[in-house]
Nanobody, 124 residues
Framework: QVQLVESGGGLVQAGDSLRLSCAAS????????MGWFRQTPGKEREYVAA????????YYADAVKGRFTISRDNAKNTVYLQMNSLKPEDTAVYYC?????????????????WGQGTQVTVSS
């Protein structure tokens, strides 16, 4: 499995931006898909974005398309989630995840390594 550590969460106002980071270790990621998911109390964890490590192909949930950007830094073994134009409904714990197949899956059950999560709170 891959070890994942998220950082960058915080409290911001609606319209602000945040960048989340996910540092990965323990595996070569070239054949991996990396994903971001989020969860609010009482709700199921939901897909936000994914990127295939080798090609950098990015995928987004409709709710964040045009506002969020997922990217990766090969040298730092780190995945980022740039979040712009944040809305109160983006408030959640954000989780980084890794899937050992380069298919850009959006299914939570396809990911077998997870970080501890980082809280993002957007006030109105």
């Amino acid at each position: 499995q891959v070890q994942l550590v998220e950082s960058g969460g915080g409290l911001v106002q609606a319209g602000d931006s945040l960048r989340l980071s996910c540092a990965a270790s323990g595996r070569t990621l070239i054949f991996y898909t990396m994903g971001w998911f989020r969860q609010t109390p009482g709700k199921e964890r939901e897909y936000v974005a994914a990127i295939t490590w080798r090609t950098g192909t990015a995928y987004y949930a409709d709710a964040v398309k045009g506002r969020f950007t997922i990217s990766r830094d090969n040298a730092k073994n780190t995945v980022y989630l740039q979040m712009n134009s944040l809305k109160p409904e983006d408030t959640a714990v954000y989780y980084c995840a890794a899937r050992p197949r380069p298919d850009g899956s959006t299914w939570l059950s396809d990911y077998d390594s997870w970080g501890q999560g980082t809280q993002v709170t957007v006030s109105s």
